[in-house]
């Protein structure tokens, strides 16, 4: 039954780092070991103590609405959730780029290196609209040019 | 072989075999290659009529014998006529897939995904060819995006490259292509596939290629430039795809594929990552209706410069199609991120009936035990989906 859950997640989780980011608006995008074991996240990997947090605050990844919901939850119940045990709150420590798992490297170093955040979409801030618009471009004077004779 | 023509059209297309088919098993039919029936040597692109024609004779569910001849019903979007340079085809694939919605699975419900919307052309004038695809998907695909609506459907376009026939069987193009690696499927959730990147869902890239096949070799490079639908440039990878593939018979076809990539900041991992794979494949068919698919490849993964993780991953496939049209398969697979853990390798079992009912209609139920990707230590468990494709 796990799996079934887990395989849901991984249709659409590769989303998630830039949701989390957005909500808490953090200076970059989490790696996906924020909540998984392993750097390329998967399914049935989300077993750091953050993603416990979350799915006991009522995450669902069936339902993006409730991470707002959960990180809010999670921020409320102070060193109820201090998964590396500093004595600050996981939400709280993650807003300032900082990892609440017990171990792991930061996600937003403070001397400016944070990875910058992944954009998705020719039209996206880093996308390239000049090698798709090409593509198409030539795709498209093609037909016309076939259609003509 | 159910008329004299259709024989005739099946040992020409096996005499000028060339890559690899989206159907692989048609391998079943004499294929080594698919050059013959789609329009990007590779395959798994918009079918050339002679591709349409095969569709309805061999591959949908015949329920009065074979005229030889499909008619104009192979044709685009049932019959519409389109002038020998241009070759246009739509795609639609839904999928539905039930699911608990919560860990006590109290409650269920059914998900829908709209995988495929494509409409796909391919131009020849020529030694000149164009070929473009532009669709929409409710979700994922995300390497393929064109707009970047981050909370549902997207404009996709997966591939685009302009290319021109240098000499027989030699292919030189330019553009967003799928990686040249192993054996190219539809089915994209393949361990081999996505733990390789060289789905032909989302994970074309852009660059120039060239691709050769005659007689019982086929062969094809790519240098990768880049995915350019994604950004900043940290995050493209460089490097080769490359596969050779010899097929000593029409039923039997064995090959060996290489893949290197670099990358300064890895979309998955975050970090600087160098990527590797290289392994061998293999598409025999004993009998002309069961067919074997395997693929082993050997990965490495080196993140930020440290030691690469070795792993493995493939699949044995049997295919079988008792009745014209209707297809059981049975697919092994595992895949391991890194030999070196303690993790389990995955591991998944899929049986799948797909049957091709209709004209441009097929309806494919997989029902598999095991992770949906390459996540070694999972806990394995049930799932199943069902899709319906309907192409114009």
């Given at each position: 039954m796990s799996l079934l859950l887990a395989v849901n997640a991984a249709f659409a989780l590769s989303n998630f780092p830039g949701l989390v980011q957005d909500e808490l608006a953090m200076d970059c995008a989490p790696s996906c070991m924020l909540c998984h074991t392993t750097p390329a996240g998967g399914a049935g990997t989300a077993t750091q103590s953050f993603a416990d947090a979350l799915a006991a605050e009522g995450f669902s990844v069936a339902d993006t609405a409730t991470l707002a919901t959960a990180l809010a939850a999670v921020q409320s119940k102070?060193?109820?959730?201090?998964?590396?045990?500093?004595?600050?709150?996981?939400?709280?420590?993650?807003?300032?780029?900082e990892n609440p798992n017990a171990d792991g490297t930061d996600f937003c170093p403070a001397d400016g290196d944070a990875p910058p955040t992944l954009t998705r979409g020719c039209f996206a801030e880093g996308g390239d609209t000049a090698a798709a618009g090409l593509g198409l471009g030539l795709a498209a004077a093609a037909l016309r040019r076939a259609r003509r004779r | 072989m159910r008329s004299l023509p259709a024989l005739l059209l099946l040992?020409?297309?096996?005499?000028?075999?060339r890559p690899a088919f989206a159907y692989p098993f048609m391998i079943g039919h004499g294929y080594t290659g698919c050059a013959q029936c789609h329009t990007d040597p590779s395959g798994g692109s918009a079918l050339t009529e002679y591709g349409r024609a095969q569709a309805e004779i061999f591959m949908r569910s015949a329920y009065a014998p074979s005229k030889g001849d499909p008619g104009r019903i192979k044709d685009f979007a049932f019959g519409v006529p389109l002038p020998k340079e241009l070759q246009l085809q739509g795609d639609v694939r839904g999928l539905l897939y039930p699911r608990p919605t919560d860990a006590a699975a109290t409650e269920w419900t059914v998900r829908t995904l709209l995988m495929q919307a494509d409409?796909?052309?391919?131009?020849?004038?020529?030694?000149?060819?164009?070929?473009?695809?532009?669709?929409?998907?409710?979700?994922?695909?995300?390497?393929?995006?064109?707009?970047?609506?981050?909370s549902g459907g997207n404009v996709v376009s997966r591939e685009y490259w302009v290319g021109y026939d240098v000499m027989k069987g030699l292919l030189v193009r330019g553009g967003r292509l799928a990686l040249p690696y192993g054996i190219r499927s539809e089915?994209?959730?393949?361990?081999?596939r996505s733990a390789t990147r060289t789905t032909t869902n989302d994970d074309q890239q852009l660059g120039l290629d060239a691709v050769y096949g005659r007689g019982k070799f086929r062969a094809e490079l790519m240098g990768i430039a880049g995915n350019f639908q994604i950004g900043p440039d940290d995050y493209r990878e460089r490097g080769y795809s490359a596969l050779f593939a010899y097929a000593p018979m029409n039923t039997l076809e064995v090959g060996v594929s290489s893949l290197f990539t670099t990358t300064a900041l890895d979309y998955e991992a975050l970090l600087p990552r160098d990527r590797q794979a290289h392994g061998v494949f293999a598409r025999y068919a004993p009998l002309e209706k069961v067919r074997f698919l395997a693929e082993g490849h050997v990965t490495v993964s080196s993140l930020d410069g440290e030691a690469g993780l070795v792993g493995s991953v493939g699949y044995l496939q049997v295919d079988t199609e008792p009745v014209q049209g209707l297809h059981v398969k049975g697919t092994g697979e595992w895949c391991e991120t890194d030999h070196a853990d303690d993790l389990d390798p995955a591991g998944r079992g899929t049986a799948t009936v797909q049957w091709f009912f209709a004209p441009h209609m097929d309806v494919r139920l997989d029902a598999m035990y095991g992770p949906l990707y390459c996540t070694p230590g999972v806990e394995p468990g049930p799932a199943a989906t069902a899709q319906l494709h309907l192409f114009l």
């Open positions: 102070g060193t109820t959730y201090d998964g590396n045990g500093d004595g600050v709150n996981d939400v709280d420590e993650l807003a300032v780029g | 040992l020409a297309a096996g005499f000028f075999a409409l796909r052309a391919h131009v020849k004038l020529g030694g000149l060819r164009a070929y473009g695809s532009v669709g929409y998907v409710s979700e994922g695909a995300d390497l393929a995006w064109i707009t970047s609506n981050t089915e994209h959730l393949l361990y081999a």
